[in-house]
């Protein structure tokens, strides 16, 4: 798998209050975050993402339940289980993904380094496969 493919531990503040956990852009995040979104309602047995970027780089949270999150970098294939909140994935760009298995509830918080921009997506595994294997 591609090594750029990893995991940032969020700060955490635990208090008797309850816990607090950061994010700080080109911190614990390694870009500018430009754009946020997240899904949310999602419905049992909906698979997410299907496709790649040629550019973008986004950190995948799970800020509430649980979801997996299946990587492909054009020559490996992986699943990652995400449900705690003070957890990132981080995808750089030219990696596949598919978010899947969302538990009630779940809500997927994404961070991103450009707007959106539909001429940046890869939606086809066929052709992300060749680019990436280039
Ligand atoms: P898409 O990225 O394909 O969803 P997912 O990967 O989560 O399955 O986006 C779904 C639709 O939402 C698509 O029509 C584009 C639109 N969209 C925006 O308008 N802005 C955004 O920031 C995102 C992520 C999607």
Known sequence: MDPR???IDFPIVHEPRGN???IEGQRQ???DIQRVYYLYDVPG???RGGHAHKNLQ???IALSGSFDVVV???TDRKKIS???SYHGLYLPNMIWRELENFSSG???LVLASAYYEEDDYIRDIAQFRTLANG
């Open 5 to 7: 493919v990893r995991l």
């Open 20 to 22: 607090l956990s950061f």
């Open 29 to 31: 995040i390694p870009f």
């Open 45 to 47: 047995g909906a698979v």
């Open 58 to 60: 986004q950190v995948i």
């Open 72 to 74: 492909d970098d054009g």
């Open 82 to 84: 995400l449900n705690r």
């Open 106 to 108: 779940a809500v997927c």
